[in-house]
């Protein structure tokens, strides 16, 4: 567990240090940081700054229309019987092909199964629904909308297109109980499955739009050329995914979403505010892998840049595996301090993570494991490792002790602030108090 953990926290550490080191309004031509504390205070005031870029008030538009849309076109107000009889009539349709039945059965028990292929697509679910005088109207269309107005009489709609070519591609199976009985002490099971083929579509848009003004938009584009067949064979086949999330002001841009086997595979994100920049990430990998196994990656690199003030960039030399293999090592031998330092060495010659200010060449931090002795052991002395920020000054100090609530207090209430402040955002849309429903699901009774 801990092997996954360390992972994950190379990442999680990389992700926290970008957010920390941004400053949307660019330019920062402070002098780099050389001691810790000069280190802390400019990840302090840097991550505020950020905090405040991406403040809940620059969301209260879509939360102000989610809250009206929500209280106006409820189950309450709406009669919904004619989009609920749309999608049974669209799954009625769809086109299902029975293809074996298989039984099992004891003294005690007998369970059949009715197996299905069930293919899904776009043009099975296409309509406009109109609300008005507490009705859905449905017309035919070649898309699928939903059309409401908001509290100044604005139309509003939502809609859902595809395009391009399609390809079908097996997404999984989908188990319905259908029966229960009992015939003279013996259980009745009857079950059907259906295998889920879905024609996926080379475009996808979605949009939200209020008085012809665009809120929200997704566009999606797959590339479906290198698709070899209709079942998943990730030693075989080639996937390329682009899109863009666009959202008052704000943009998420998946620049890249590539896999191939043995070479090439990466994802590349750029999340921006206006035309600037906040965080560009890539990720690159050449994988070694089938649908049922992990063999291995080579050539595994991270790069990440924040308003051009902060890059990180991170590498992994050799094969992921091999870390694997040193940390198996390490845990063997955590009461042999020679070998298990030698071991947690090795792990630390196989990976490079830097951080850099300004687009410099000269890395400013690195991050590294560290052993020590486990302070929890009584009876014998064992050692364990921890993941550690070193700076170009050789000092060195462990994420959580870097990262501690008394030197960062001010980021942890603005943080705090802003979660608040969206929790608010989301209560005021249904009404709902979200600490509460959290509690009710806490609470020992329910269990």
């Known amino acids: 567990m801990k092997k996954i953990l360390l992972l994950l926290a190379l990442f999680a550490t990389v992700f926290v240090v970008s957010c920390d080191e941004n400053n949307v309004g660019g330019g920062n031509t402070s002098a780099k940081p050389t001691t810790p504390e000069e280190h802390k205070k400019r990840l302090e005031e840097i991550t505020i700054g950020l905090i405040d870029e991406v403040a809940a008030t620059n969301f209260e538009e879509i939360s102000d229309l989610a809250t009206y849309l929500y209280s106006e076109y409820s189950e309450d107000k709406y009669d919904y019987e004619e989009i609920e009889d749309w999608a049974d009539e669209c799954y009625a349709a769809l086109a299902r092909t029975f293809i074996g039945e298989e039984c099992d059965s004891s003294e005690w028990y007998k369970e059949t199964y009715m197996y299905y292929n069930t293919v899904v697509k776009a043009s099975n679910f296409t309509g406009k629904f109109v609300a008005k005088n507490g009705k859905w109207k449905y017309t035919e269309a070649n898309d699928l909308s939903f059309h409401v107005t908001d509290d100044k009489g604005n139309p509003c709609v939502f809609r859902l297109t595809t395009s391009g070519n399609t390809k079908k591609v097996f997404f999984g199976e989908n188990w319905q109980y259908t029966e229960y009985d009992n015939e003279n002490g013996k259980y009745i099971y009857s079950y059907d499955v259906d295998n889920i083929y879905v024609h996926v579509p080379e475009k996808i848009t979605v949009v939200l739009e209020q008085g012809g003004k665009s809120l929200a938009k997704a566009n999606v584009k797959i590339d479906l050329s290198s698709i070899t067949g209709e079942n998943l064979n990730l030693s075989k086949d080639k996937y390329n995914v682009t899109g863009e999330f666009e959202f008052n002001g704000y943009s998420v841009a998946l620049e890249k979403c590539k896999y191939a086997p043995e070479a090439g595979s990466a994802v590349a994100i750029n999340f921006k505010k206006g035309s600037n920049s906040l965080i560009k990430a890539s990720i690159s990998a050449d994988l070694d892998v089938s649908n049922e196994n992990f063999y291995g990656s080579t ?149």
Not at 330 to 352: G, R, V
Not at 384 to 411: G, H, M, P, Q, R
């Open 299 to 447: 050539n595994n690199i991270l790069d990440i840049d924040v308003m051009g003030e902060l890059q990180i960039k991170g590498a992994i030399i050799g094969d992921v595996t091999e870390i694997e293999k040193q940390l198996d090592a390490a845990y063997e031998n955590d009461t042999n301090e020679k070998l298990f330092k030698k071991a947690i060495e090795n792990i630390n010659n196989l990976f490079d993570v830097k951080l850099y200010y300004n687009n410099s060449k000269t890395a400013s931090a690195t991050l590294k494991l560290m052993p020590f002795i486990d302070d929890r052991s009584y009876e014998e002395l064992y050692w364990d490792y921890e993941l550690a920020i070193v700076f170009d000054d050789e000092t060195s100090y462990s994420i959580e002790e870097f990262f501690n609530e008394k030197d960062f207090k001010n980021v942890t209430k603005a943080f705090e602030r802003l979660i608040e402040d969206y929790i608010d955002l989301i209560e005021a849309v249904d009404g709902e108090d979200i600490e509460e429903s959290e509690d009710y699901y806490d609470d020992e009774y329910y269990y």
